[in-house]
């Protein structure tokens, strides 16, 4: 497992996350980003791992357990 955090201060709310893993990012109507999950199961945390590079504004963190 590992755990997602976003901080909210520097999220843009581009949706990156959101193409990469879908089952854990949503970009809601108002562009704020929603964890569906803030616990990536272990067969999730590479592509919690590519949301975390593809994010532009640099406001989520993997702590991989």
């Keep these: 497992m590992a755990r997602i955090e976003v901080d909210r201060n520097k999220c843009t709310g581009l949706g990156m996350c ?3 893993a879908p089952d854990v990012f949503e ?3 108002g ?6 999950t803030d616990q990536a ?3 999730q945390i590479d592509e919690g791992r590519e949301a975390v ?4 504004a640099g406001a989520l963190t993997l702590h991989e357990q």
């Design 53 to 56: 590079g593809a994010c532009p």
């Design 41 to 43: 199961p272990e067969d």
């Design 18 to 20: 959101e193409s990469v």
């Design 27 to 29: 970009v809601g109507d």
């Design 31 to 36: 562009g704020a980003l929603n964890l569906l």
